[in-house]
């Protein structure tokens, strides 16, 4: 019981500590790119990955913005990380879906890409083939927010209360995060479900 009550308290601060402004700065990245028919690419691994696939769903079905993640075609995505490489995976995804200014990459992650410790090299390249491209780059990330925080347009950092649980409060709240910004009325088109049952 002392974990579970540790963890919720942990939740309870993140909660208070998060940077509203930035959730509202990407909401208005997000209304923009929509109105002039740009599109979205979310990037992540792991868990990341899962919170992509997830958001692709959302940002098409509830916001009408054409979205996209290349961990939704495992047959493409492992062929390419068997034929060109893991570090090339997410850039070269890109290239072929021909980026460009009007659209923006979203990066989930829990450490957003450190080029030192060799950690979430894709991202990195996908960033920086974002920034030639003159793509709009946003973000969720945990712990400093690494090279993702230091390169995007906007970022949310999910704040670190305890060192033993960076990743699972960073992948739990990109969801949070997520699912805030598909219900934020400038981005909302289509009623969810539940919402619309009487």
Known sequence: MEYI???FNEVLKIIGKLNRENILHIVKDLAYLRKNDGRLFILGVGGSAANASHAVNDFRKICGIESYTPSDNVSELTARTNDDGWESVF????KTCKLSSKDAIFILSVGGGNAEKNISVNLIK??????DSKA???GIVGKDGGYTARNASNCVIIPVISDDTITPHSEAFQSVVLHLI????????NQMKWESTK
């Open 182 to 189: 598909v219900s934020h009325p400038d981005l909302k088109e």
């Open 126 to 131: 996908a960033i920086d083939y974002a920034k």
């Open 5 to 7: 009550d540790r963890y």
């Open 136 to 138: 709009k780059i946003l």
């Open 91 to 94: 850039v070269n995804w890109l």
